[in-house]
């Protein structure tokens, strides 16, 4: 109702609540936008940019008083430990670049002997004890801008959208640092996880039994960890290593995977897990995210992957009780290698062997499928005879992982295509044609971009207002 609006707008003599500058400076910017109104050129843009820039000075004054009046207030007592401070000292000014423009504070320092530490207590009840100059919400946007763009570019959207000047290196230092927050943040979830409090971070469970899946992938980063040292390795017999993996995993309810008008798969809820710190890291992430979103109260889990060894090592180690699948998608190009084997110049011929036994496959008759590739295998010779063994040795050491009429008949993915398409989008941002990463620079960021996938940016971030717009 429109008596809402009129109410929520203060009456007149609520103004007089303000202070005298600020009245002065409303008067001032209504004045001059009244006097850009009757331009015919200027559009409803000009007037956003025009408001913007006006009222930008005055939500740093602002802010800076607040912030100082925050700081004025803390009292002189150790952060971290609590102790009384002595040899106190006032006015040691500090710079931060806020999303307003830059503003400075004056604190006051004292020594904790407990500590033995000189200590700022405002810039702890500011959310400031970390190093840098940057403001609580300048260091998010540095750290939500890196994690999607290259840092050049993120710099530039950053400037033109909001006005906050970050250069490329500072944007880039402060998101590694965030990012470096962001892994910590992540260690500790993931032991509370082992815990009784880990019970808080788990996604509601709905009553009926439910099945969990979850799919596990694998692709690799280029870094430049020595670089420029590369002759001085090669001279110790150590060949530098350029590619390395980055191993990711994805789990979630099975009723969480939902199609759309158009019949494209959607899954509502899920956990995502991805990292450049090895099988182990993988493990332990893994296990931690499938726990918030259910293992241990599922029905059944299932696990889909390619033919990758380290996968199902993983598995079995982890995650004994899942039900084991290997991803249709791999599992019809090894039968389409045989195909090419037995037709090399014949792809029609090729395509009519291969068909009725991806039928098979599908319909779970994977027996008579292995029983073909041995039949197969028999007939040819040399080369390709080689080809045909090495792939019926595959079905062979998959055959407890290729139940697909079972996944078919409970609506389960036949294939690992959720995290395939995951690792394709941090590709797309951590594999970009000439890009060069660092370890420790590359699992910050990607640390980062996982928080925002998984809807936990305010566990990094506090000052969110609304968890839920992540
Ligand atoms: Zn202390």
């Known amino acids: 109702m429109s008596n809402c609006c009129v109410q929520s707008v203060p009456p007149d003599s609520s103004y007089e609540t303000l202070d005298q500058p600020v009245v002065d400076w ?64 006032h006015g040691h000014e500090r710079t931060f670049q806020s999303r307003f423009g830059p503003i400075t504070i004056r604190r006051s320092r004292g020594w904790c002997k407990r500590c033995k530490a000189w200590r700022f207590p405002a810039d702890y009840a500011l959310g400031l004890e970390e190093a840098g100059s940057a403001s609580p919400s300048v260091q998010e946007m540095a750290a939500l801008m890196a994690s999607k763009m290259p840092v050049a570019e993120a710099s530039r959207v950053i400037e033109h959208l909001t006005g906050v000047k970050l250069p490329p290196a500072t944007l880039d ?75 990711g995993g994805t789990c979630f309810r099975l009723n969480q995977r939902q199609q759309t008008d158009t019949g494209r798969s959607i899954i509502l809820s899920r956990g995502t897990v991805m990292t450049r710190g090895g099988v182990d890291a993988l493990r332990q992430q893994l296990y931690a995210e499938s726990l918030r979103h259910g293992l241990g109260k599922a029905a059944e889990v299932l696990v889909v992957a390619d033919g990758a060894m380290w996968i199902w090592n993983l598995v079995n180690d982890r995650f004994g009780i899942a039900t084991q699948q290997l991803d249709f998608y791999h599992a019809s190009q090894h039968l389409w290698a045989v195909a090419h084997a037995l037709h090399p110049n014949d792809a029609l011929a090729a395509h009519q062997w291969v068909k009725p036994l991806l039928k098979k496959l599908k319909a779970g008759r994977s027996v008579q499928v292995i029983g073909e590739l041995k039949a197969v295998t028999k007939r040819l010779r040399s080369k390709r005879r080689a080809t045909a063994q090495s792939e019926l040795e595959y079905f062979q050491s998959h055959r407890n992982r290729l139940d697909y009429h079972v996944a078919r008949k409970r609506g389960q993915p036949l294939g690992s295509g959720a995290i395939e398409s995951t690792c394709r989008q941090y590709q797309c941002r951590f594999k970009r044609p000439g890009q060069f990463w660092t370890r420790s620079g590359d699992e910050a960021l990607m640390c980062l971009e996982t928080f925002w996938r998984n809807g936990r940016w305010h566990l990094l971030f506090p000052h969110i207002a609304d968890p839920s717009k992540n």
């Open 173 to 247: 230092r402060e998101a590694r640092r965030q990012g470096k927050r962001a892994e910590r943040k992540r260690k500790e979830l993931d032991e509370q996880m082992s815990t009784i409090q880990g019970s808080q971070q788990c996604v509601p469970v709905e009553e009926e039994p439910f099945s969990l899946i979850i799919e596990i992938d694998a692709w690799n980063i280029r870094e430049r960890d020595n670089w420029g040292k590369s002759q001085q390795q090669r001279a110790k017999g150590i060949e530098p290593e350029r590619w390395h993996w980055v191993y």
């Open 26 to 89: 409303m008067a001032r910017l209504t004045a001059g936008l009244n006097r850009s109104i009757p331009n015919k050129n200027q559009t409803m843009g000009d007037l956003e940019r025009e408001i913007f820039q006006q009222t930008q000075g005055l939500e740093r004054k602002l802010l800076e008083e607040a912030s100082q009046k925050k700081a004025d207030q803390s009292p002189p007592v150790c952060p971290v430990c609590g102790h009384k401070l002595s040899r106190l000292s």
